[in-house]
């Protein structure tokens, strides 16, 4: 069954670096989002994003923050300048074209260590 | 605005007892439902969803989850908890309009008793 993939799987980053977080989507997916759990805290929505531009963001996704998909197959969020508050776990997830379901496909996390 | 509430931060039962979590949403209409169960530092895993039809819906692992319109609630049962079960369980909630993103609840930690 086709899954939804992340890297890296962990990532450690001294405060005010930056880091990018990759994000292998289904092959015919088209909508993508990324979730951010803080520890012990509940799934935060950050962004959506379809036809190569954001479609919805929330309060949380700043100016630190920004998303692409450089080479129509990678899905990345890069966060700029991070901060210990940025320490998380960053999940991915994908769903089809219209008409072939809502349900989203998430990916396995990557967690954010910010030191 | 669209929320997700689960009452229970923590709930503990004995191994072998029945459990009920309970999820009740604020939402226009009915929406797309889900139970996701996260184990320490893992990633989520679908138990089970309710998009339309029979309102008892059947999971993995036993699970089972009803949808109760007039209550907005979708609680999460299992006859008989295994020790295995110790986890977080989010229900979430899927929007049916915008971008369709989700919206979880705060989550209620399990634990089990042995």
């Known amino acids: 069954e086709p899954e939804v993939t992340q890297t890296p799987s962990h990532q450690v980053t001294q405060m005010g670096q930056e880091v990018i977080l990759r994000c292998v989507p289904i092959?015919?997916?088209?909508?993508f989002y990324w979730y951010r759990q803080i520890l012990g805290q509940k799934v935060e929505f950050l962004v959506s994003?379809?036809?190569?531009?954001?479609?919805?963001k929330s309060e949380i996704f700043d100016d630190q923050f920004s998303v692409e998909r450089p080479d129509g197959s990678n899905f990345t969020l890069k966060i700029r300048s991070t901060k210990l508050e940025d320490s998380a776990m960053y999940f991915c997830?994908?769903?089809?074209?219209?008409?072939?379901?809502?349900?989203?496909?998430f990916g396995p996390g990557t967690r954010l260590t910010v030191t | 605005a669209q929320s997700v509430t689960q009452p229970d931060i923590h709930i503990t039962v004995s191994e072998g007892a029945s459990l009920e979590l309970r999820c009740n949403y604020s939402y226009g209409a009915t929406p797309y439902l889900f139970w996701y169960v996260q184990s320490p530092g893992q990633g989520l895993q679908l138990l089970l969803k309710?998009?339309?039809?029979?309102?008892l819906v059947q999971g993995i692992k036993g699970f089972e989850a009803e949808f109760k319109r007039s209550q907005s609630s979708f609680n999460l049962r299992k006859p008989s908890v295994h020790w295995s079960d110790a986890a977080e369980y989010f229900c979430?909630?899927?929007?049916?309009?915008?971008?369709?993103?989700?919206?979880f609840g705060t989550g209620t930690r399990l634990k089990v008793l042995a």
């Open positions: 997830a994908t769903r089809p074209e219209p008409g072939q379901g809502l349900e989203q496909y």
């Open positions: 994003f379809y036809n190569n531009e954001i479609s919805e």
């Open positions: 979430a909630v899927g929007e049916l309009s915008g971008t369709y993103k989700y919206i």
């Open positions: 092959s015919n997916h088209l909508y």
């Open positions: 309710y998009f339309s039809g029979d309102t």
